[in-house]
T-cell receptor
Framework: EDQVTQSPEALRLQEGESSSLNCSYTVSGLRGLFWYRQDPGKGPEFLFTLYSAGEEKEKERLKATLTKKESFLHITAPKPEDSATYLCAVQAGTYKYIFGTGTRLKVLA | SQTIHQWPATLVQPVGSPLSLECTVEGTSNPNLYWYRQAAGRGLQLLFY??????ISSEVPQNLSASRPQDRQFILSSKKLLLSDSGFYLC??????????FGPGTRLLVL
């Protein structure tokens, strides 16, 4: 069964304290892995798409990496404005996307 | 650049009433369109997707239906709302690439 599991469910960091979020997936044929940021009451905002193991992408303080079984979202020196829920999704078919339940990140000043 | 709109932003409806949520996309042609529902503590659940005008595929049998009357318009409807229909409804689009882009969402509360 296609599945996406994100950990931890919630994470509290001090400003400047780097950490990583994990997205483990099981899918028969990965067509893409996606990271989104979601603020409370808003739609998910696209961050990254990764297609193959070994691929890495960066944007400001965020860096996403991909292996054959999991993806990591590394947050370097986070700021309070990085507080949000981060969602991971995999594309398991042409129109089939499986989403994880997200990691709620809180960065304290 | 592409923009996706949803309205209304918030809706409170009584049980048994009808529903119509609208989604429109600007800046792209022939997008794939999707309706998702997001419940607290759960991942996004795909409800419907459409690859063209009048073409609707349903992922989960339920009290809802979808229509695509125009290329960049996607509508989610119900004839009679249930309490279980409450949630956060998200519309998304994708082009020829696989990445989905989401709208701002509609918060629906059925009382």
């Amino acid at each position: 069964e296609d599945q996406v599991t994100q950990s931890p469910e919630a994470l509290r960091l001090q400003e400047g304290e780097s950490s990583s979020l994990n997205c483990s997936y099981t899918v028969s044929g990965l067509r893409g892995l996606f990271w989104y940021r979601q603020d409370p009451g808003k739609g998910p905002e696209f961050l990254f798409t990764l297609y193959s193991a070994g691929e890495e992408k960066e944007k400001e303080r965020l860096k996403a990496t991909l292996t054959k079984k999991e993806s990591f979202l590394h947050i370097t020196a986070p700021k309070p404005e990085d507080s949000a829920t981060y969602l991971c999704a995999v594309q398991a078919g042409t129109y089939k996307y499986i989403f994880g339940t997200g990691t709620r990140l809180k960065v304290l000043a | 650049s592409q923009t996706i709109h949803q309205w209304p932003a918030t809706l409170v409806q009584p049980v048994g009433s009808p529903l119509s949520l609208e989604c429109t996309v600007e800046g792209t042609s022939n997008p794939n369109l999707y309706w998702y529902r997001q419940a607290a503590g759960r991942g996004l659940q795909l409800l419907f997707y459409s690859v063209g005008i009048g073409q609707i595929s349903s992922e989960v049998p339920q009290n809802l239906s979808a229509s695509r009357p125009q290329d960049r318009q996607f509508i989610l409807s119900s004839k009679k709302l249930l309490l279980s229909d409450s949630g956060f409804y998200l519309c998304a689009w994708s082009g020829k690439g696989e990445t989905q882009y989401f709208g701002p969402g509609t918060r629906l509360l059925v009382l």
